[in-house]
């Protein structure tokens, strides 16, 4: 399997800026992923999607540096996509393959051997509880098992680098819950990057914050960091909400009052 | 097999474009008529590509458009595969359909020739370059559909492919007929294929196939090394055999000038293409009653020579020669008439400037071939005519001979008047 035992830190990124035609997404961002849970909060356009499409590869910074730390320093970009999984926001895929073929077509894609597909493909169906599913097409899926899906196909190979764009968006409460569970069992040993609006989902979840601010980095810390930011006169109804809110230097009258 | 072309086949448009592919194939074959020699069969294969290949390439128009239009051409940018392999299984997969249809198609075409045909072989060079017009169409649709992923494009590129075939193959002898991915022609005894035309057309198909793939792989990543350089091997294969296509003269055919005969009788001997075999029996009959009416006569004949039709060249002197395009029993009545009318020179006729010699002549060509013949107009009045045709229709087979050796010459030129004729 591709996954590769790294030292030190995984991704580097080092004065990032990304630029959309006018709009400046990303603004000199520095920031270095390792293992353990890091978790990306912000509000809608703040530059989250646009920090994972960096970390995965999907675009390329407008000024900055990224480097990866993923497997040999000869890797070629495709040969690193090997070490690395994406769950994107929406996952498209032909709604005529079924779950096994889907996961199949990923596991070749990124270059899993090929007597190692069968095992690679169960495990990432057991892990995201979706062993019943596995010979079901994808038209017939709903959202939920559409986001388990996003999450098993960014496990099929293994990564070191895994990274999950709003993985718990559009769940009801228990599927949640029950992705939150997920995500804790795969995220321990590898660096799990993970995009949220959900700050509740930090507790159980991450061992370090990132958040981020119309493109600029406005917390780094772990989530009790975080805490220790919630004070009266910030927005929210929980600590953490207040914390967060501080962090994006939101103020105002917090409803608990 | 790679496993992503093993999902492909299953979960891709193959299956049933296949099934559309194969009624396309009968309907074609259907529509090409009889198929009596090896060459028929080959030219057959040809044209089965007709209807198929413009439809095929509009699935696969359909099939490129797939991975922009379903948004998943961010999995291939995140695989650790290229994006010419992604690319080659999807569309690996779906030729792989097609081009099984057309192989059924192309076997049963043979199987179905098999009984009719004892002498030669089907052309494989002719045939390659039929598939690899099939697998270029494809391949060209694919990319199109990558290049303008909209629902309008597949039917697109399918009535725009069909209707540019169909103009090439009005344009049979110009070099680029040969760029066509279509090519059937009737075939003659005695013709030799350019197979060098053929081996160049399918070098020239598999290098725009190539280059097809590639682009619409280019198309999802720009920078990838291995497409761009696939991209221009298959257009350095297109180009070289294009240049070698236009250096010739762009024919599919060679009269062969050492001519083979299967040859059976005595007086008369007949001498037939050894791809006529299968009507040689029924040809030699009806020959042989024209040496019998004829014997005795000027016109007597001891040898008849089936010929290439148009430029056939002297026969072997003391030898008649006559035409037939295709073994078949139905052709043999106007070769009879064709060998008659070469052993009287009735053809003189044409030129002659009395109506009444024409009409004698008429009489003399169906007694001798035995067969009705269509002559000069009738609707004019021809008292003169009518009344010498009575009288020679009136005679008995010997009087007929004897009418005929008195009057050998007016019958070689058509030149009848009525002195001479008592």
């Known amino acids: ?257 | 097999m790679t496993s992503s072309v093993r999902i492909e086949l299953r979960r891709g448009p193959g299956p049933w474009a296949a099934a559309l592919a194969l009624a396309l194939f009968y309907v074609a074959l259907r529509r090409y008529g009889a198929v009596l020699t090896w060459m028929d069969a080959t030219s057959a294969i040809g044209a089965s590509t007709q209807l198929c290949g413009p439809a095929a390439a509009g699935v696969a128009a359909y099939c490129g458009a797939r991975a922009l239009r379903r948004r998943t051409a961010s999995h291939h940018r995140l695989g650790a595969r290229t994006e010419l392999a992604s690319t080659g299984s999807e569309l690996a997969a779906y030729a792989l359909w097609v081009v099984g249809a057309w192989l059924a198609a192309v076997a049963v075409t043979l199987l179905a020739a098999w009984p009719n045909c004892s002498w030669g072989h089907p052309d494989v060079v002719w045939m390659l370059a039929s598939g690899a017009g099939l697998i270029a169409e494809i391949a060209v649709g694919y990319f199109v559909g990558r290049l303008v992923p909209t629902l309008i494009t597949p039917p697109v590129v399918a009535i725009v492919l069909f209707f540019g075939t169909g103009v090439m193959l009005s344009h049979v002898n110009a070099w680029w007929y040969f760029l066509s991915p279509l090519n059937s022609q009737l075939w003659l005894p005695f013709d030799s294929l350019r197979t060098s035309n053929f081996a160049l057309q399918a070098a020239f198909l598999t290098g725009v196939a190539l280059a097809a793939g590639a682009a619409a792989a280019v198309r999802l990543a720009r920078t990838e090394r291995v497409s761009l350089s696939t991209l221009g091997v298959g257009l350095f294969v297109s180009v070289i055999a294009a240049a070698g296509l236009a250096g010739g003269d762009g024919h599919f055919w060679t009269i062969d000038t050492h001519i083979e005969w299967r040859c059976s009788g005595h007086s008369p001997t007949v001498c037939v293409h050894p791809a006529f075999v299968t009507v040689e029996a029924q040809l030699n009959q009806q020959l042989t009653a024209i040496a019998a009416r004829t014997a005795g006569t000027p016109f007597q004949v001891e040898r008849f020579e089936q010929r290439p039709r148009g430029l056939g060249g002297t026969p072997t002197p003391g030898a008649v020669a006559f035409a037939m395009d295709v073994p078949v029993a139905a052709a043999i009545p106007d070769t009879a008439v064709g060998a008659t009318v070469a052993l009287l020179n009735a053809d003189s006729c044409q030129s002659a400037p009395r109506l009444s010699s024409a009409r004698v002549e008429q009489a003399v060509v169906e007694w001798v071939s035995g067969q009705a013949v269509l002559g000069p107009d009738r609707s004019t009045p021809d008292p003169v005519g009518d009344a010498l045709v009575d009288e020679f229709n009136r005679l008995g087979d010997q009087a007929k001979r004897g009418w005929m050796t008195r009057h050998a010459d007016a019958i070689r030129s058509c030149s009848f008047v009525v002195t001479e004729h008592r």
């Open chain 1, 1 to 257: 399997m591709a996954q590769y035992q790294h030292e030190g830190d995984a991704v580097t990124l080092d004065g990032v800026s990304f630029r959309y035609a006018k709009l400046l997404a990303l603004d000199d961002v520095t920031l270095a992923i390792r293992t353990g849970v890091t978790a990306i909060l912000g509000p809608n356009g703040a530059g989250k999607s646009t920090l994972l499409h960096l970390l995965v590869g999907l675009t390329t910074p407008t000024s900055g540096s990224l480097s990866f730390s993923l497997g040999p320093d000869s890797l070629t970009r495709r040969d690193r996509n090997r070490f690395i999984g994406f769950a994107p926001q929406t996952l498209d895929y032909y709604p005529n393959y079924s779950v096994t073929d889907f996961l199949r077509y990923i596991a070749w894609l990124k270059k899993v051997p090929a007597r190692s597909v069968d095992e690679a493909v169960e495990q990432s169906l057991i892990r995201t509880d979706l062993t019943q599913l596995a010979g079901r097409k994808l038209r017939a899926l709903s959202g939920g098992m559409v986001r388990r899906l996003a999450v098993a196909q960014a496990l099929v190979n293994e990564p070191s680098l895994l990274v999950l764009d709003e993985p718990a968006a559009g769940l009801d409460p228990e599927q949640r819950i029950e992705m939150r569970g997920i995500l804790r069992s795969i995220g321990s040993q590898r660096c799990l990057v993970i995009s949220t609006h959900h700050v509740d989902d930090l507790v159980a979840l991450a061992d370090r914050v990132i958040v981020l601010n119309e493109g600029r980095i406005t917390f780094s810390g772990d989530v009790a960091q975080l805490s220790a930011l919630a004070t009266r006169g910030t927005f929210g109804d929980t600590e953490l909400e207040r914390a967060y809110s501080a962090a994006l230097g939101i103020s105002g009258p917090s409803r608990s009052d």
